[in-house]
């Protein structure tokens, strides 16, 4: 199946700081991203949906100025947890649906687990 | 609002058995419905797709039901081994993003 692509897998930093993690399509081009978080044995939560070229749409209750999403390129998305904090703190998803196969079935990156000191 | 449940949080079954789980929703009528498998520290991998018309899918040793009219769909794992061993989530699926259920978290023992 498809390959979606995230980096890094775990970072730690330190409050005040930002954080980039990237979501790559390694074999088809991804119009659009999805941005999830994930807390312990809860579910999925989706933050925000991104847009190639464009902006991206929030969820409600995410705030877009703290965590910025850019879509550069048909193959790559981010996203910059900016001023983290410790409540910022979680599992972080990426995921991407290949158009080739319909579109239907989501491929997730590994996730990227964050965590602020 | 849109809500998906799935029942059982948490599930234990023994070795060779079937795993049943359920989910339920409201308030959406979705084109297909979807369960994923993940595993801890990982992202979900997809498992099956089932479309709004269809009663019935199989894959190998996986079996999903979805009735719209009591808005369920049952994910069933037979001669279940402790390799299936992981947590479970059932998303709705349309034209707009996946909607996830908060899953089952499933532990085969031998």
């Known amino acids: 199946g498809a390959v979606v692509s995230q980096h890094p897998s775990r970072v730690i930093c330190k409050s005040g700081t930002s954080v980039k993690i990237e979501c790559r399509s390694l074999d088809f081009q991804a119009t659009t991203m999805f941005w999830y978080r994930q807390f312990p044995k809860k579910s999925l939560m989706l933050m925000a949906t991104?847009?190639?070229?464009?902006?991206?749409?929030?969820e409600q209750g995410v705030e877009k100025d703290k965590f910025l999403i850019n879509h550069a390129s048909l193959t790559l998305s981010t996203l910059t947890v900016t001023s983290a904090h410790p409540e910022d703190s979680s599992f972080y998803i990426c995921?991407?649906?290949?158009?080739?196969?319909?579109?239907?079935?989501?491929?997730f990156g590994q996730g990227t687990r964050l965590t602020v000191v | 609002s849109q809500k998906i449940e799935q029942n059982s949080e948490a599930l234990n079954i023994q070795e060779g058995k079937t795993a049943t789980l359920t989910c339920n929703y409201t308030?959406?009528?979705?084109?297909?419905l979807q369960w994923y498998r993940q595993d801890p520290g990982r992202g979900p991998v997809f498992l099956l797709l089932i479309r709004e018309n269809e009663k019935e899918k199989r894959k190998e040793r996986l079996k999903v039901t979805f009735d719209t009219t009591l808005k369920q769909s049952l994910f069933h794992i037979t001669a279940s081994q402790p390799a299936d061993s992981a947590t479970y989530l059932c998303?709705?699926?349309?034209?707009?993003?996946?909607?996830f259920g908060k899953g089952t978290r499933l532990s085969v023992i031998a």
């Open positions: 308030n959406y009528s979705p084109a297909y």
């Open positions: 991104s847009n190639e070229g464009s902006k991206a749409t929030y």
């Open positions: 995921s991407a649906r290949d158009p080739r196969g319909g579109g239907t079935e989501a491929f």
């Open positions: 998303a709705l699926a349309g034209n707009t993003p996946l909607v």
